[in-house]
C-alpha cells in the first residue's frame, strides 16, 4: 500500500464526520430555495402566514453560517494531517533515494517539484472532499427533487447538457495542459538558473560581471514569460467555454421550466421559482466541479512527476545477507571498470586487499577519478561483485549497515543552522561539551571561537572554508564506524594546522581502517598502503621500498 494511502486510511474516521457534516450543509443549501418557494405560493394564495417559513429560512441560514466555518476548519485540519504525515515520509523517501539522485537532481528544480508535487495532493484531497463529494450529493438530490415536483424531461435535459458542458470543458482542458507542462518545466530551469546563479553571487559581485554572467538566468525569465503568455490566452478560453455553456443552460432551464409551468398547471409559481433555483444550482455545482478538475489538472502533471520520483530505486533497506560489523573488517577490492564520462574510465586492472585497521591514502592528479573511486570504496557508487566486506557484497548491504560500517568526511561537508549538536552533529550524533572542547582546541581553533561554537547558534555562514572542513572531522569522533573515508582532509589548511589536522585524524581513528584522498605529500609515511591513480589506472604500492619510489611530484 502507497505512502497516501496508508495515511488516509488512518484518518478514515475523521474524513467520514467531516464529509457527513459537508452532506448536511449541501442539504441545507436545498432546503432554502424550497422554503421561498412556498412562501411566494402563499403569497400568490393570499395568505399572509408566511412569518413562520421566513423564520425557518433564517434559523437555517443562521444554522448553515455558523457550522461552514468549523466544518471547513475540521476538513482543512483532517487534510493537512494527512499531508503533514504525507509530507514526512515523502522527505523520508526522498532520503532513502541512490546517492547518485542528489548528484544529478538540480536543487531548484527538486525543490519546486516537490513543492509542486505536495500542493497537487492538497489540491487533490480539497477537490474530492470539498467539492466532488459534496457537489456530487447535491446533484443526486436536486435531481430526484426535480424528477418528483417537475418531469423526466428536465432531468434528462439537465443530464444531457452536463455531459456536454463537461465533454467541452475537458477538451479545453486537454488543450490546455501541454502548456501547463511547458510552463512547469521551464519553471524548473528558471529555478536551477536562479539558485546556480544566487551561489555564484560573490564571485560575479567581485568580478561586477552580472550583466554577462545572469545572461542564463535572464534567458529564463524571457522563455517563462512567453510560455505565461500562451498559457493566458487557453486559460481563458477555458472560462470563455465555462461562461457560454452556463449562460446558454440558464436561458434553456428557463424556457424548459416556462413550458412545463404552461403544459402543467399542477405546478404553483412558487414550484417554478424552486424548480429554476435547483435547476440553476444543479448546473453551478456541474461547472463548480469543472473548474476545481481544471484547477486539479494544472497540478496533475506535478503530482505526476513527484509520484515519480518518489517511485525512483531506493537504496536497499533491508539486507540481502545478515551482516554485523563490529570490527574493522578486510576490504576486498575486484578488478573493475568504471565510466566516469565517455571520454574516461576509471579501472583497476587486478584485485587486493585492505587489511583490517590499515592506514590507505589514494593520490593523483586532478580530475584523474580520485573522489570517484572513494565513492565506490564507500559503497555511494553501486557496482555489484566490487568492493567486499570480509566476503560480503557490499552491494548487498541495507542502508543501515552501510552506515554503520562506513562514515564519509566529504570535500565540502554540510552543516545545518542551529546550535552546535543540530548543526554540527545533526541532532544524532552524541558528544560531551569538554569533549568538543577538547578536540576543538586539538584542531587548532581559537578559544573565541570554541566559546562561540559551543554556547551560541553557529553561523556556518561565517566560517571559512578550513573551519569547515576542521569542523567535519570533529564529527568523525563521534562516528563509531570502523571504515572512515576522507576526502582531502587537509585541504584549504595552511601547514602547522594540516599537521594538528593529520594528528588528530590518526590518534582518533588509530584503531579504525582509513581511506583518504590527499594531496600532502608530507604525510605519505605514516600510511600503510597508497593507491596512485594515472592514466586512470589505479596502482598499489604497499612495501617501504615503493613508498619512498613513489615520486611526491605524482601526488
Known sequence: MSPILRIVQQQGIAIGIALFFSFILRLLILVIPIIFGKVLDRLAEGQSDIMSLLLLSAAISILYACMAPFLVQKITQTFQEILRQFSIAMVRVIFQKDYQFFEQKGLGSLIRQLERGTLAYEKLFLFIANILLPNSIGLVLI???????????????????????????????????????????????????????FLAARSIKSLNSLDKSAQQLNRSYRDYAQKSSILSFYSESLKSTQFILLNLASCMIM???????????????????????????????????????????????????????????????????????????????????????????LTNPSSFQIEAGMKVVIVGATGEGKTTLMKILAGIIDLPQTVYVDATDLHDFSAQQLAQCRSVSAQFPDFLSGDFQRSILLDYLHAEPESCREHLQTLGFAETTIQRLLTE???????????????????????????????????????????????????????????????????????????????????????????????????
Request: aromatic letters at 12%; hydrophobic letters at 45%.
Open 457 to 555: 547558534t553557529v553561523a556556518i555562514e561565517q566560517l571559512s572554508g578550513g573551519e569547515k572542513k576542521r569542523l567535519d572531522i570533529l564529527r568523525t569522533a563521534y562516528m563509531h564506524s570502523p571504515i572512515i573515508y576522507f576526502d582531502e582532509p587537509t585541504a584549504s589548511l595552511d601547514g602547522e594546522v594540516a599537521t594538528q589536522v593529520w594528528q588528530f585524524i590518526f590518534a582518533v581513528h588509530r584503531a579504525k581502517t582509513m581511506i583518504c584522498i590527499s594531496h600532502d605529500a608530507s604525510y605519505l609515511q605514516h600510511f600503510d598502503l597508497i593507491i596512485k591513480i594515472q592514466d586512470s589506472q589505479l596502482q598499489v604500492y604497499r612495501n617501504t621500498e615503493q613508498l619512498e619510489s613513489l615520486s611526491a611530484t605524482a601526488i
Open 255 to 345: 424556457l424548459l421550466g416556462v413550458y412545463i409551468f404552461l403544459q402543467q398547471q399542477r405546478i404553483s409559481i412558487g414550484d417554478f421559482v424552486v424548480i429554476y433555483s435547483l435547476a440553476a444550482i444543479f448546473m453551478g455545482n456541474i461547472i463548480s466541479l469543472t473548474e476545481a478538475y481544471k484547477e486539479y489538472d494544472q497540478f496533475k502533471l506535478d503530482k505526476a512527476q513527484l509520484d515519480h520520483i518518489l517511485a525512483l530505486d531506493n537504496i536497499r533497506m533491508q539486507a540481502n545477507t545478515p551482516y554485523d560489523v563490529q570490527t574493522p573488517p578486510i576490504l576486498t577490492i575486484q578488478a573493475f571498470q568504471y565510466e566516469i564520462h565517455p571520454y574516461k574510465t
Open 143 to 197: 435531481a430526484v427533487y426535480l424528477a418528483y415536483t417537475a418531469n423526466l424531461s428536465l432531468v434528462l435535459f439537465l443530464m444531457v447538457w452536463s455531459i456536454l458542458s463537461v465533454c467541452c470543458i475537458s477538451y479545453a482542458i486537454k488543450c490546455r495542459r501541454p502548456h501547463i507542462q511547458a510552463i512547469n518545466d521551464t519553471e524548473d530551469q528558471l529555478s536551477d538558473d536562479f539558485a546556480e546563479t
